[in-house]
Structure formats: C-alpha cells, structure tokens
C-alpha cells in the first residue's frame, strides 16, 4: 500500500523560505524505478498546478514557468522523501500543496495532475507581505 505524507508547510513573510517534504512509503523512489514524483498547488478558487516534478531514475527535475529560480526539488533515496525547497516566496505562493507520484516517467506531461495516482493530502502554506 502506497502512503504520502506532506509535511513542512506553515505561514512566512514575503521573501522568505520554507522547505516541503514528502514521505513515500510502499512506492519505487530508489534510482532504479523509472517513477516520476511531484509537487502540487491549489489556491482557493484556483484550479490546481504542476510546481515541480522530479524522475526517481535519474534525478531530472521539472518546474513550472513562474517558480523556476526561486524552487528546488530533489530526493534523498535514503530516506525514501522527496523535497521541495521554495525561496523568495511571494504572496501569489500561498495555497495547499501536495505530493504526487506515477509509475512512469515524468516527461513532458509531469505538470498534469490526472495522471498522477497516488497522493498525499497537502500541507498549507501562506505566504503574507
């Protein structure tokens, strides 16, 4: 049985930063699992967007246009988690984030949501100027 679990999330200033983590438990993260990882959004009112994406085979990472140079993500196979480092947050950053993963690799399809099949029920974050 496959288990996501966010954590990491809170409130911070503008400008600040906070690191996401995401725990998978019963899934392919080792670099042998060509599985794809990523991070979710969802603002109130807002539908929800692709952050970043990481392959589990090769490390390779995905981000969206307007978090790109600001967010990181990256494994540590050891401890089976998936990381999302996020800097210079703004305001338009506050949502509920989750974490997702597929059996496959991410590609150019990373940032769609349907085709992630397992995840984990969010952490909030809120960002305030």
């Known amino acids: 049985q496959v288990q996501v679990m966010e954590s990491g999330g809170g409130s911070v200033q503008a400008g600040g930063s906070l690191r996401l983590s995401c725990v998978m438990s019963?899934?392919?993260?080792?670099?042998?699992?060509?599985?794809?990882i990523a991070w979710f959004r969802q603002a109130p009112g807002k539908e929800r967007e692709g952050v970043a994406a990481?392959?589990?085979?090769?490390?390779?990472?995905y981000y969206a246009d307007y978090v790109k140079d600001r967010f990181a993500i990256f494994l540590d196979h050891a401890k089976m988690t998936v990381y999302l480092d996020m800097n210079s947050l703004k305001d338009d950053d506050t949502a509920m984030y989750y974490c997702?993963?597929?059996?496959?690799?991410?590609?150019?399809?990373?940032?769609?949501?349907?085709?992630?099949?397992?995840w984990g029920r969010g952490t909030q974050v809120t960002v305030s100027s």
């Open positions: 997702a993963s597929r059996r496959f690799q991410c590609g150019t399809s990373w940032y769609q949501g349907p085709a992630f099949v397992f």
């Open positions: 019963g899934f392919g993260i080792d670099r042998y699992a060509s599985n794809c």
């Open positions: 990481v392959s589990t085979d090769g490390g390779r990472s």
